[in-house]
């Protein structure tokens, strides 16, 4: 391995300890909402949360990060603490005011928002006025959580990613330590409860901003009050925003339209679909953002000191990374999915046909679990690079070919072809990112790349087989009543064997991307 494989591989277990924390307290939010909540209320919430959500990826996680980091990094390098302060100072100073306008003016018209997201939740009484209650409640969530995106990015930028990752576990705290005392109090007085997880959201997105201003004081970072468009560092991060802000807006439309054809569907899809996703989403925020926090400011570096190899090697090591951890991840989803969400969700109101609901989207949406975390390692080598126009372009195809398949699916499939639709798509936009990205900085070695993902999935196939086996197997033997505690031990164990069985067969089949995060691990465990 290459010393910034290495690097990037410390980085990203740093990053991934943060961020299990954080993605634990997400699911234990994630489970009271599905427990306590009726799936009427539920879908109202996470419809109310998706608009300003939508707004957070345009402008915060997304194109606004990939274009931030690689500017201020390269101030860093070229031009001192002092003028990559004064930049860092003008970024918060817009994002703050743009965005607090952009929050007003959701308030006012959040009425005509609800109405085009889920037009049907007007069908069921009182759930469209809920609706557009708690999107007014959560819409100043957006200025904080994009504050605490750039804050992320600076502190990265310095090599600095515990803190930043586990900030976003004080945006589930927050949510959670709110939004249950609430629900008791709003309960007893005979207003709606899911109010309560709304205000959470708030406290939760105000957390994970404040918490980082200590580590940006201990770096030096000196705030000065200015909106200006004139500096030069922003005139160039909106620039490189520009085209990524229309390919995000893309992904916009594409996320409107699913959610949508979600509402269509009568009640419980759009609530089964967001806690498919979100289980999905965990082993991409566990390793995949993990991994992508981690390469972008290498990458950045070997971009400003155009070490053309170094930046070929280390963008090719990042995808194997992703390859050995997500693929496996993916088959264990797909054949533990019932297990796992009746474990964590099937309590209270969540019974087992939501269990069945959310287990077949689950197991449709981990087909492009491995795509998903490639693309947002692929996607910040271009702007690094400052080719931001064409994922924006291949943003565009991939968006209107979702769109296309989720139409043709919906009706043979129902809310299950929006999972499937969205994985094929996931598929082609890492397929198209890693052909064109090649044709800007040199060959990634694909043919390489793609037989170490080959062995991968065969000893994946292996680990599926054997883990799905065994959990029959030990869950059968049982004829008492099944409890909680007892389906934990099988579920355990059954991820126990099927890691066993991955890294038994990676190492027969020689995966050298198994043996270095092994050995990772060894040296962590030896410190």
């Known amino acids: 391995m290459s010393q910034d494989s290495i690097q990037i591989a410390k980085s990203a277990s740093v990053i991934s300890i943060a961020t299990m924390v954080s993605r634990i307290f997400g699911l234990i939010r994630e489970q009271l909402i599905a427990v306590l909540f009726s799936r ?34 390269e101030y860093l390098k070229k031009r001192g603490y002092k003028e990559a302060w004064n930049l860092a100072s003008a970024v918060f100073s817009l994002l703050a005011v743009v965005l607090s306008a952009i929050s007003i003016l959701g308030i006012l018209f959040s009425n005509w928002l609800v109405a085009r997201f889920a037009a049907n939740f007007q069908l069921v009484p009182g759930k469209y006025e809920l609706t557009v209650l708690l999107t007014q409640i959560m819409f100043p969530f957006l200025p904080m959580i994009a504050l605490a995106a750039v804050a992320m990015g600076i502190l990265n930028s310095q090599g600095s990613f515990f803190l930043p990752a586990l900030s976003s576990a004080l945006f589930n705290v927050g949510s959670i330590t709110v939004g249950v005392t609430l629900y008791f109090w709003l309960t007893h007085t005979g207003s709606e409860p899911i109010v309560g997880m709304a205000i959470g959201t708030l406290v939760g997105g105000c957390l994970q901003f404040l918490v980082q201003v200590p580590p940006l004081l201990k770096k030096g ?61 965990f082993p991409i925020g566990l390793f995949g953002v993990a991994i992508a ?14 070490e053309n190899l170094e930046l070929r090697k280390t963008l090719s090591s990042a995808l194997r990374m992703v390859f050995v951890i997500n693929v496996p991840a993916s088959v264990g989803l ?67 070919l979702n ?13 299950r072809g929006l999972a499937l639709g969205t994985s094929f798509a996931a598929i ?13 900085c040199g060959s990634l070695d694909a043919a390489g790349m793609f037989q ?76």
Request: proline share 4%.
């Open 452 to 527: 170490t993902l080959a062995k991968i999935a065969l000893a994946s196939a292996v680990m599926g087989a054997g883990c799905y086996r065994f959990h029959l197997w030990l869950f059968e033997f049982r004829s008492a009543e099944v409890t909680v505690a007892w389906r934990a031990f099988v579920l355990t164990a059954s991820i126990t064997i099927g890691v066993a069985i991955f890294v038994l067969a990676g190492r027969l089949l020689r995966i050298p991307e198994l043996d270095a995060a092994l050995r990772i691990v060894r040296r962590k465990l030896k410190a």
């Open 293 to 306: 926090s981690a390469t972008l400011p290498t990458v950045s570096a070997r971009v400003v000191s155009q």
């Open 40 to 73: 009427t209320a539920t879908d109202a919430f996470y419809v109310a949360f998706r608009i300003p959500n939508l707004l957070r990826d345009l402008f915060a996680e997304g194109a606004m990060s990939a274009a931030f980091i690689p500017t201020f990094t």
């Open 403 to 415: 769109i296309g398949m989720n139409l043709a699916l919906i009706g043979p499939m129902g809310y």
């Open 221 to 281: 970072f000196v705030y000065t009050p200015r909106v200006s468009l004139a500096h030069p560092g922003v005139r160039r991060i909106l620039l490189l925003m520009g085209p990524g802000t229309l390919g995000l807006a893309s992904t916009q439309i594409n996320i409107f339209v699913n959610t949508w054809l979600a509402t269509t569907q009568g009640e419980g899809p759009v609530s089964w679909l967001n806690y498919a996703f979100r289980l999905m989403q």
């Open 334 to 400: 797909m054949v533990l999915s019932h297990p796992i969400i009746a474990l964590i969700y099937q309590h209270g109101r969540f019974k087992e046909t939501d269990t069945v609901s959310t287990s077949n989207a689950l197991i449709l949406y981990s087909v492009g679990l491995f795509a998903y975390s490639a693309v947002k390692v692929l996607v910040p080598a271009f702007y690094a690079l400052g080719h931001s126009k064409l994922p924006v372009t291949i943003s565009f195809v991939v968006v209107g």
């Open 428 to 440: 082609s936009n890492f397929a198209l990112l890693f052909i064109w990205l090649q044709k800007y």
